[in-house]
């Protein structure tokens, strides 16, 4: 038996974004030596608003649109990764992963506390 409420969808898919901004950042990092390279992200905002557009209408949250970021500045070799910034980054997905982990786990707790209600 699957139990599934809105909020643990919403906050299911709030995981998955916070998970793809932690690859695309570590991407960003381990090519930070790379000639050429082109940091990668996307509005985690953005995407997240969207796909809670798209649970309220039934529908299956498209992928966000992962793309070059602008307004870096660019080493000779081509590359414009900063690690400073990807730092930044970094600890920012994982609080956001942190956080919508305990969330869930209080979601999943209350649902367990519904369930059990009459045994007690």
Request: proline residues 4%; charged residues 30%; aromatic residues 4%.
């Amino acid at each position: 038996m699957e139990i599934e409420t809105p909020t643990a969808e919403a906050l299911g898919r709030y995981l998955d974004l916070s998970s793809l901004e932690l690859k695309l950042t570590a991407r960003n990092m381990a090519n930070v030596d790379t000639p050429g390279y082109r940091t990668e992200g996307f509005d985690f905002q953005s995407a997240m608003t969207q796909s809670l557009d798209a649970l309220s209408r039934g529908d299956a949250a498209a992928e966000p649109e992962v793309g070059p970021v602008g307004g870096l500045l660019e080493r000779p070799d081509g590359n414009n990764v900063s690690i400073d910034r990807e730092g930044i980054r970094m600890a920012e997905a994982q609080l956001q992963f942190r956080t919508g982990a305990e969330l869930l786990k209080h979601e999943f707790s209350r649902i367990m506390d519904a369930i059990h209600e009459d045994q007690k």
